[in-house]
T-cell receptor, first 111, second 114 residues
Framework: GQQLNQSPQSMFIQEGEDVSMNCTSSSIFNTWLWYKQDPGEGPVLLIALYKAGELTSNGRLTAQFGITRKDSFLNISASIPSDVGIYFCAGSYPDDYKLSFGAGTTVTVRA | DGGITQSPKYLFRKEGQNVTLSCEQNLNHDAMYWYRQDPGQGLRLIYYSQIVNDFQKGDIAEGYSVSREKKESFPLTVTSAQKNPTAFYLC?????????????FGEGSRLTVL
């Protein structure tokens, strides 16, 4: 599987801020997924996207499937302390059974 | 409650020993997967199985082995041939057998080689 390019690698948030992260791939995907992982736990699915251009929300989270099918972004609005963790994007190629994962974006609360 | 159970959560192993990580799901999912996670890296696929009695190598299968004798179980053996086995191991399952279905993860097993 191919690693996705996920950025930023890390970010600091202040409560109430909006934050954004994105993923890009050199090849087209037919599925984009966003996961969140808390320390010592398994990733939990946040949002799933299946169509180019699709914009989907889950509470304060919004994600979009890029129109070129090679990128996706995740926005968190009005961040709260429990938003800290590692966020992963994942995608799959057409006719592929496997997901490829980005390296993750670590979100930390700014002191 | 339905879910994926991994055990043990923490495991210590001496060099040269094989160790088996358990993964059980009661979601009635067809497909199951094993991923390895290292700090600062994404998840890397070790093995996956789309159906009972069948499994395929992922991207980093060397030094690992699996079996899929029952739909709900997909144990992973980390053999002594795996040169750097210390890592966080994640088991996952999906309802779809193809085309990148959504994965549901267990809570992980942390293996440390002493």
């Amino acid at each position: 599987g191919q690693q996705l390019n996920q950025s930023p690698q890390s970010m600091f948030i202040q409560e109430g801020e909006d934050v954004s992260m994105n993923c890009t791939s050199s090849s087209i995907f037919n599925t984009w997924l966003w996961y969140k992982q808390d320390p010592g736990e398994g990733p939990v699915l946040l949002i799933a996207l299946y169509k180019a251009g699709e914009l989907t929300s889950n509470g304060r989270l919004t994600a979009q499937f890029g129109i070129t099918r090679k990128d996706s972004f995740l926005n968190i609005s009005a961040s709260i302390p429990s938003d800290v963790g590692i966020y992963f994007c994942a995608g799959s190629y057409p006719d592929d059974y496997k997901l490829s994962f980005g390296a993750g974006t670590t979100v930390t609360v700014r002191a | 409650d339905g879910g994926i159970t991994q055990s043990p959560k923490y495991l210590f192993r001496k060099e040269g020993q094989n160790v088996t990580l358990s993964c059980e799901q009661n979601l009635n999912h067809d497909a199951m997967y094993w991923y390895r996670q290292d700090p600062g890296q994404g998840l890397r696929l070790i093995y996956y199985s789309q159906i009972v009695n069948d499994f395929q190598k992922g991207d980093i299968a060397e030094g690992y082995s699996v079996s899929r004798e029952k739909k709900e179980s997909f144990p992973l053996t980390v053999t002594s041939a795996q040169k750097n086995p210390t890592a966080f191991y994640l088991c996952a399952s999906s309802i779809r057998r193809g085309l990148g279905g959504e994965l549901f993860f267990g809570e992980g097993s942390r293996l440390t080689v002493l």
